[in-house]
Structure formats: structure tokens, C-alpha cells
């Protein structure tokens, strides 16, 4: 199967404004996210989606491939399906949504959740997890999951999930393994045309997930488990990583 990398990309986040742009050992973080969805070999091609033309134009000084969109989309979905639209939707089987805040996103993640459609032509959506530790139970900004038998996702939350009765907080992860969510995600091109015409559901709402919208409304999401950790960069603090 076909499939494209799409970055959606904006400059005014309201807990970090111009991260996109900020300078992470030399390179900017929106050309770090590149470079690793560019290096990945299961993608036919990556392509920044932004409405910032200082976005735009930082991509273009170092020759990837941008495609300008509305200033109005209110999700990386919303923005990844205007960008495919623009690109031709026969012309790819799959859309790969890589987060523009994952400057060290493993190429082998991309593939992995690539390689699921593969597998199955029937897969709607897919997506990674991580097994979690104890701080990232406690953690709201680290959404976890639980699944079925088949790999499916049942329930995406900012809570730990399932509550493990009888035991204190101390023993959650000696007694499951936690899944934490890796904000990856391949979508099959026609199921995204769907999924971007839904209205905003009352899971999503509840839990600021909209992923929850997609399960509220019948569609399946398989999980892949990764041994690869992610390091998203959400506030500046999180850059001290790197220093």
C-alpha cells in the first residue's frame, strides 16, 4: 500500500508559540521531525502541513516539501486530510499523521504503524503504545490505553485505566502492564474523509481526546506495542532533555 507522511504543523500554540521553530542542537525541531519521517523507507514521500508561512518557509530553506492550509482546522487530522486533498487522495492507499513535536520520532514507529495496513487492508486506523511506568500513570498529559484480544483500542484516557482494585498506587504496574499512548497515527485515505466530517463526540469532549470520536463513532484503531520511548516536547521545559 501507498502511503504519505504528513507533518501538521502551527505556529501559535498556546503553551509553546513557535516551537516549530525553535532550535534544538543546531536544527530547527520541525526540520528534526522531518529528516526522521524522511528517512523512514516504507513512505513515498513527507510533506510539512502548515498555515504559518514562517513554518513554510524554514522547510523550504532546507528542501522539504510544504503544502500550505487553513488557519481554521482545530485538529493535525483536520490538517493532514486538506493536505491529501491537495495531493491527490487516489494518489496514496494510507496517510501517516507524525506529530511536529516529536523531533527524535523513530523511522522504525512510522513503519511499524505503516505495516499494520499491510498486514490487513481492512484496518481503519492505527496507532502505537508504550508500556507506561508509575510516573506516567499519574501524568494527564500521557494518555494511556486499554485493548481487546485483537490489538484493537477499547478506551483511550488521561486516568490510569483499568482501576486495579484493591491495590494501592504503589502496585498498579507490578500487577498490568499500562499502555501509554505514542501520538502516531496511519489512517486508511477514505476512512480519514470519513472521520474529519464527525462532529465532535461527548468522550472527546470529556477527555479533550479525538481520538475518542473516532471510537465513539464505530471505527477501529489497532495498537502496536513499541519498544521505542517517545519524547514529545510540549512545553519549553521539555527541551532540557536535550541541552
Known amino acids: 500500500m501507498k502511503a504519505i507522511g504528513i507533518i501538521p504543523s502551527r505556529y501559535a500554540s498556546t503553551r509553546f508559540p513557535g516551537k516549530p521553530l525553535v532550535d534544538i542542537k543546531g536544527k530547527t525541531m520541525i526540520r528534526r521531525v522531518y529528516e526522521q519521517a524522511n528517512s523512514c523507507p516504507v513512505l513515498s514521500g513527507v510533506f510539512v502541513a502548515t498555515d504559518d508561512q514562517r513554518i513554510a518557509d524554514e522547510v523550504v530553506s532546507f528542501g522539504g516539501n510544504v503544502i500550505l492550509t487553513s488557519s481554521h482546522h482545530l485538529s493535525g487530522t483536520d490538517r493532514c486530510f486538506e493536505a491529501l486533498e491537495k495531493l491527490g487522495k487516489d494518489k496514496y492507499d494510507v496517510v501517516v499523521n507524525i506529530q511536529g513535536d516529536e523531533p527524535f520520532i523513530h523511522p522504525e514507529q512510522i513503519s511499524k504503524v505503516v505495516n499494520i495496513f499491510n498486514k490487513n487492508r481492512d484496518t481503519e486506523i492505527s496507532t502505537l503504545a508504550h508500556i507506561a511506568d508509575d510516573k506516567d500513570l499519574t501524568n494527564p498529559s500521557l494518555v494511556k490505553i486499554v485493548r481487546n484480544i485483537s490489538g484493537e483500542a477499547l478506551y483511550f ?82 527541551l532540557k532533555r536535550w541541552a
Open 157 to 238: 484516557s488521561r486516568s490510569p485505566i483499568p482501576f486495579i482494585r484493591g491495590a494501592g498506587s504503589e502496585d498498579h504496574v507490578k500487577l498490568y502492564s499500562f499502555l501509554k499512548h505514542i501520538g502516531i497515527y496511519a489512517y486508511r485515505s477514505d476512512i480519514l474523509e470519513k472521520i474529519v466530517k464527525l462532529p465532535p463526540s461527548s468522550l472527546e469532549k470529556a477527555e479533550s481526546l479525538e481520538q475518542l470520536r473516532w471510537l465513539e463513532n464505530g471505527y477501529s484503531i489497532i495498537v502496536e506495542i513499541t519498544d521505542k520511548e517517545s519524547f514529545p516536547v510540549d512545553m519549553p521545559e521539555d
